[in-house]
């Protein structure tokens, strides 16, 4: 598990004086990038092989306030990879400054590539590091269904 500390910043509040849903979005992405750039996926490699991660959703479930005041930590925990690792499921959960969970968030993305503009599995240079990180407890193959699971078609369209 990648853990990432942070402080909780007066603009990161919202009218209820507590942690805006916008900064846990914020916080958790921010965890990703530290821990993508850790393995080796920063900003310059992202760029000279013309690749992004994108989001299909996060969902945040809330058990907790938040203040500012005390520092607060973020994890982050490969749940799912398709074989080629263009699709990737990531949980965060936020532990407060006693170590009591206070939010868990599941989201889902893939790459995608910046030239053709579609998403794209990995090169086997970035294949083989994403297949030697720790992975979470429950880890699975996904496949394309699996990023399909809530879309819904009606049948008058």
Same mark, same amino acid.
């Given at each position: 598990?990648?853990?990432?500390?942070? +402080? &909780?910043?007066?603009?990161?509040? *919202? $009218?209820?004086?507590?942690?805006?849903?916008?900064?846990?979005?914020?916080?958790?992405?921010?965890?990703?990038?530290?821990?993508?750039?850790?393995?080796?996926?920063?900003?310059?490699?992202?760029?000279?092989?013309?690749?992004?991660?994108?989001?299909?959703?996060?969902?945040?479930?809330?058990?907790?306030?938040?203040?500012?005041?005390?520092?607060?930590?973020?994890?982050? +925990? &490969?749940?799912?990879?398709?074989? *080629? $690792?263009?699709?990737?499921?990531?949980?965060?959960?936020f532990y407060n400054h006693k170590g009591e969970n206070f939010a868990h968030c599941e989201m889902m993305g893939a790459w995608m590539d910046l030239k053709t503009r579609t998403l794209t599995g990995l090169s086997d240079q970035f294949l083989n590091t994403f297949k030697s990180v720790e992975k979470g407890e429950g880890f699975k193959v996904l496949t394309k269904e699996d990023t399909r699971k809530f879309s819904k078609v009606p049948k008058n369209l």
């Open positions: 598990m990648y853990l990432k500390d942070f +402080e &909780i910043r007066w603009s990161d509040v *919202d $009218a209820n004086r507590h942690l805006a849903n916008s900064a846990y979005l914020n916080y958790m992405s921010h965890t990703r990038m530290a821990f993508l750039m850790e393995i080796g996926f920063d900003q310059r490699t992202l760029a000279v092989h013309e690749i992004g991660p994108v989001v299909f959703y996060e969902h945040i479930y809330y058990f907790k306030e938040a203040f500012p005041g005390k520092p607060i930590k973020v994890s982050m +925990e &490969i749940m799912g990879m398709s074989e *080629d $690792a263009k699709f990737f499921e990531f949980h965060h959960n």
